[in-house]
């Protein structure tokens, strides 16, 4: 998106917010246990840069990846990492295993192909590398609740949905 009157950027800010539970309530132990204290991580749709700010406080090597210029903007008062301004639908500018870990936050839903997203990550991972991973569940007890007025179907940039089976590969 090209700026802050888009209809993405209400989204952004959302993921703001559940960024900063996802990692305090989970990420960040598991990083702990597993990660070197300056191991390299990617937030892949990085948007505003909430997580990788975070993640700068913990000592880690930060880079993110993002479509959008404006968010990127916003993303460099927010964040020290190495930022790129990318497309993730085609090949990553990153080396074969270069990340100790890749944080894909709610972004599985938008690219063109995920089994090739995700393959592309696993490139770019180290071996034993791990894989933080968020989408959109289609069996989820707000779906059930909300049905067709769910937030995840009415957003036009979702290109598929998922429920746990349908991740499993």
């Not at 559940?18 to 702990?32: F, G, T």
């Not at 991580?41 to 990788?52: E, Q, R, S, V």
């Not at 696993?122 to 067709?148: A, C, D, H, V």
Request: glycine fraction near 6%; include cysteine; hydrophobic fraction near 35%.
């Amino acid at each position: 998106f090209k700026g802050k009157k888009s209809i993405y950027a209400s989204n952004y800010e959302y993921k703001l917010g559940n960024i900063s539970m996802v990692y305090k309530e989970r990420a960040l132990e598991i990083l702990q246990k597993n990660v070197p204290r300056n191991g390299k991580i990617l937030d892949a749709a990085c948007a505003f840069g909430g997580l990788l700010g975070l993640l700068d406080r913990d000592n880690f090597q930060t880079y993110g990846i993002d479509i959008s210029k404006y968010a990127l903007e916003k993303a460099r008062k927010t964040t020290k990492a190495k930022l790129t301004q990318g497309d993730l639908n085609t090949k990553l500018p990153y080396k074969n295993n270069s990340f100790d870990a890749v944080f894909a936050l709610d972004i599985l839903e938008h690219v063109e192909s995920p089994h090739r997203f995700l393959l592309e990550l696993g490139r770019i991972l180290k071996k034993g590398g791990i894989l933080f991973m968020q989408t959109p569940n289609i069996n989820s007890f707000f779906e059930k609740i909300y049905k067709k007025r769910w937030f995840a179907y009415s957003d036009k940039t979702h290109l598929h949905l998922f429920n746990r089976k349908s991740l499993q590969f």
